[in-house]
């Protein structure tokens, strides 16, 4: 599937319907939440065989929450979605008040840890070593 920008009126996907962002988004144009990268982890909250009801919900938070069942950046959600990052982070942000999705920073970045020069300088050596 094309991005909805892509398509011209005499497209193949003329048929189609395709809904601006800004309608998505209920006329929000900044998320709620100011913690949201592109690497913040998503997770759906709800196990992984449960399926709680999506009354009230859009397509979009639907695909959201299909796509966090496992562990997953941000920014690979909204490349999942075919929408702009800052619209998926107002849906996000939507899901997270719900109480539908957890977010978190990388586990690197969450323990405060920095590089690990052994790590790199092994990395290097194997490299060297090809």
Not at 14 to 32: C, D, H, K, L, N
Not at 40 to 53: F, K, N, Q, S
């Given at each position: 599937?094309?991005?909805?920008?892509?398509?011209?009126?005499?497209?193949?996907?003329?048929?189609?319907?395709?809904?601006?962002?800004?309608?998505?988004?209920?006329?929000?144009?900044?998320?709620?939440?100011?913690?949201?990268?592109l690497i913040?982890?998503?997770?759906?909250?709800?196990?992984?065989?449960?399926?709680?009801?999506a009354r009230?919900?859009?397509?979009?938070?639907?695909?959201?929450?299909?796509?966090?069942?496992?562990?997953?950046?941000?920014?690979?959600?909204?490349?999942?979605?075919?929408?702009?990052?800052?619209?998926?982070?107002?849906?996000?942000?939507?899901?997270?008040?719900?109480?539908?999705?957890?977010?978190?920073?990388?586990?690197?970045?969450?323990?405060?840890?920095?590089?690990?020069?052994?790590?790199?300088?092994?990395?290097?050596?194997?490299?060297?070593?090809?």
């Open positions: 599937m094309s991005h909805w920008a892509d398509a011209a009126p005499d497209d193949e996907y003329a048929e189609q319907s395709f809904v601006r962002p800004y309608t998505i988004t209920q006329g929000r144009t900044t998320s709620a939440r100011d913690d949201l990268t913040t982890v998503l997770t759906t909250v709800d196990a992984p065989g449960e399926e709680p009801p009230g919900l859009q397509p979009e938070h639907r695909l959201i929450l299909q796509q966090c069942r496992t562990p997953v950046a941000l920014a690979e959600v909204a490349a999942g979605l075919n929408l702009p990052v800052a619209v998926t982070k107002i849906l996000v942000s939507d899901l997270i008040t719900l109480g539908r999705v957890t977010a978190r920073a990388p586990l690197a970045v969450a323990a405060g840890q920095g590089l690990d020069m052994t790590l790199l300088q092994a990395v290097k050596d194997g490299l060297l070593r090809l």
